[in-house]
């Protein structure tokens, strides 16, 4: 790949075609920076641009799908499917602003399964990072209709020969969604001063007439300084595997630098770790899957296929001691956790348990929750399950 296209999406009714601002980077150097295209021409315009030179990476401010359980409720079982939906229905969902949507005047914030997707969940952990729900299609920071009106395209571009990642290998062209304020991070963009600031600072090869015009609005902003970020890991997105995870096979997942991903747990707020703690301190490439505030791992002696452990960032020797919120955000990776083992292993059944103090069998000193798959056969009697940590009283249909 040779250069970088970032977009600042729009999901305006009217007036797209002044707020979609384009930002091109060539050999390092910002080449290109406009906005006064619509959804419709912008598409056609990287068509025709892939077409000329395919050696392309498009990144779109724009979410590429919605949450696993409500692509699941909309009997979508393929991304290309929840496409064709959201082409099809997309501007029912945002008239009628129905539940899971909301943001419009008297449609109040519903409580739902999830809100945001899990690549919306790890982003998170980035300071002064914080994705908005995809169900938001009004108010103030709303996503959720650029990204209706976005699906759509993606199709399009899928059709005429861009790969989408992760849903694809990153073949060149190829698009990926960005989230801009992971690719700024921490800046003022609603000050003039701070984004002429920052530009200069960050990004002094710009030229003087583009950076004038990227400190001009918060878009044009947003576009140049995505695009150079992009342009500065062409090697790494090139390389960029197609998802073999089902969640994210479906769920899509938001693309930012590996110096950014693999910074943001330890740049976490109250991140506490204690020397000689083996959970402490565990390999990246054991994690198999993460959120804001806890990490998931195979067990090293598995006691079913697919023995997983849900592990606490934070050092706390029971799963209780760490905050509400923190102890929230574990039990939302469990469930995505046991999800996952469910479309890997196909299991019968699960257990799901925590060992509480020496007394109740805990041998680590640091919390974790065992999501154990469980298989017909696997055992000649399983009823009781847990209570079997106790054989006296276990089989109470004997009394």
Known sequence: MNRAIAVDWSGAKSGERSKIWLAEVRDGRLTRLESGRGRSALVAHLTAAARADPEVVVGLDFAFAFPRWFVEELGATSIGELWDLAAERGEEWLSSCAPPFWGRPGRRR?????????????????????????????????????????????????????????FHEARAPV??????????GPVKKSDYAARETYLAQRFPEIDDGFARQAASSEDAFDAAVSAMVMSRHLDEISTLAAARDSTELIEGRIWWPREIREAAPNDRRGVVRKAGCSFCDVPRDSVVAESRDAVAIRDRYPVSTGHTLVIPKTHAETLFGPSAEIQADIWRLVARVRDELRSEFNPDGFNVGVNEGQAAGQTAEHAHVHVIPRFNGDVEDPRGGIRWILPEGAAYWDR
Not at 110 to 122: A, G, I, S, Y
Not at 145 to 157: K, N
Not at 175 to 184: D, K, Q, S, W
């Open 110 to 166: 519903p409580k739902l399964r999830e809100h945001l997707r899990r690549t919306e969940q790890d982003a998170s952990a980035v300071k002064g990072s914080n994705p908005k729900s995809v169900f938001q299609i009004g108010g103030v920071g709303a996503v959720g209709t650029g990204s209706i009106r976005g699906m759509r395209h993606l199709a399009r571009l899928h059709t005429e020969g861009f790969s989408i990642w992760p």
């Open 175 to 184: 698009v990926i969604e960005i989230y801009p304020r992971l690719l700024t």
